[in-house]
């Protein structure tokens, strides 16, 4: 067989090329994947890879073909003796048995990903799981800020033990089945040797009796009331990160954090746009023309405000810092208010009379064209 093309990669294909290809069949063809696999093409790619990711074997395989090894190869991949894996041979997997689970991938990135993950899972201290809530607050208190008690449901480190799983005034000693290393060798013949301690999970450490409270867990399931601090300004569908409120971490780990996220209610009076509060007044066409002074009613409070002669229907006025706290500053935004000049539909006998006369010193042809209504 052609090793490069077992492999699916060309003749100047980089080392890193090489490698990422064997991963690729490794896992679709091991005889333990969830697939099923296929045992004959695992053992061709894993020959091919062995020769192809060794510079001295793969100069000798450009140079001279299979003739390299000193006898044909078959099909099958039969072995041979370029060696490889410091000495492992590709038919040791033949009667050898591999239960990796869904763990298959972390075993793979071990060895052909760099190392240092040997043994991950269930080694050492653990953290904790984060949660997520969601909480509902008024639009008022999104605005000033509001403190929020809420329970909460989660695996707390168990007081009997303190989290160390152990019998209270009982001895924790170093595992003898690992010696205190958290891994443990199970297939010797194979480069996949070292996995975590089946008898400590991989902490290096047991308890001579576990505690009866939580059975050795460290940790139990509690409910508890927790104060969430909304800070003010906060918007609608922000989330709020509370480290360590999560649930504990297991032989020793630290906590998980907590989401909030946080829903904000909206007001009837008010329409919020970033750090600035939105409203309408309407006024009478007399207070337009005119001017006044009017109330205008604010999150902070009602202001009075000038309107000047002749504002038209549509201007908008500033109230300066009275609008939302930009979060954890001293910053406000403003009220914007947008001023609606209303136009009588209806008038008396004596409105009717005042406005012609208006209208007659101002020179104005105005035509009715209704009854009781200027057109």
């Not at 010797?188 to 996995?195: L, V």
């Not at 600035?276 to 205008?296: K, M, N, R, W």
């Not at 208006?358 to 104005?364: D, G, I, N, R, V």
Request: charged share 30%; aromatic share 6%.
């Amino acid at each position: 067989m052609d090793y490069y093309k077992t492999l699916g990669v060309e003749k100047n294909a980089t080392e890193g090329d090489i490698k990422k290809a064997y991963r690729k069949f490794a896992h679709q063809y091991h005889p333990d994947s969830k697939g099923g696999g296929d045992e004959k093409k695992f053992k061709e790619v894993t020959e091919a890879y062995e020769v192809l990711s060794d510079k001295q074997k793969r100069q000798q395989y450009d140079q001279f073909g299979h003739a390299a090894k000193g006898a044909p190869s078959g099909e099958g991949g039969g072995g041979g003796n370029w060696g490889g894996f410091g000495g492992f041979n590709v038919n040791d997997f033949q009667n050898v048995k591999f239960d990796f689970g869904d763990n298959l991938g972390e075993v793979f990135d071990t060895f052909f990903g760099g190392g240092g993950r040997r043994g991950r899972a269930k080694s050492g201290p653990e953290r904790g799981e984060d949660l997520e809530v969601v909480i509902q607050v008024s639009f008022e208190e999104a605005i000033f800020g509001a403190t929020r008690d809420m329970e909460l449901s989660r695996l707390e480190n168990c007081e009997t033990c303190d989290g160390n799983g152990a019998e209270p005034g009982t001895e924790i000693t170093t595992c003898e089945t690992c010696s205190g290393t958290g891994q443990q060798v199970r297939l010797q013949r194979t480069p996949f040797a070292a996995g975590a301690c089946s008898n400590c999970e991989g902490s290096g450490r047991v308890a001579k009796r576990k505690c009866k409270t939580c059975k050795g867990e460290g940790r139990s399931l509690k409910t508890s009331i927790l104060s969430v601090k909304i800070p003010a300004g906060i918007n609608d569908k922000s989330t709020l990160r509370l480290r360590g409120k999560g649930e504990a971490g297991q032989k020793g780990g630290e906590a998980g954090d907590l989401f909030v996220h946080v829903s904000v209610a909206p007001s009837r009076q008010f329409e919020r746009h970033g750090e600035d509060i939105h409203t309408t007044q309407s006024i009478h066409l007399l207070q337009a023309v005119l001017g006044d002074e009017i109330p205008v009613k604010t999150v902070h409070g009602e202001v009075t405000l000038r309107v000047p002669a002749g504002t038209p229907s549509g201007k908008v006025f500033k109230l300066k810092g009275k609008g939302v706290p930009r979060v954890n500053t001293d910053h406000l935004g403003d009220h914007l208010v947008t001023i609606l000049v209303d136009i009588p539909e209806k008038l008396s006998k004596k409105d009717r009379e005042l406005y012609e006369a208006l209208a007659t010193e101002s020179k104005l042809r105005i035509k009715p064209q209704g009854k009781g209504i200027f057109g």
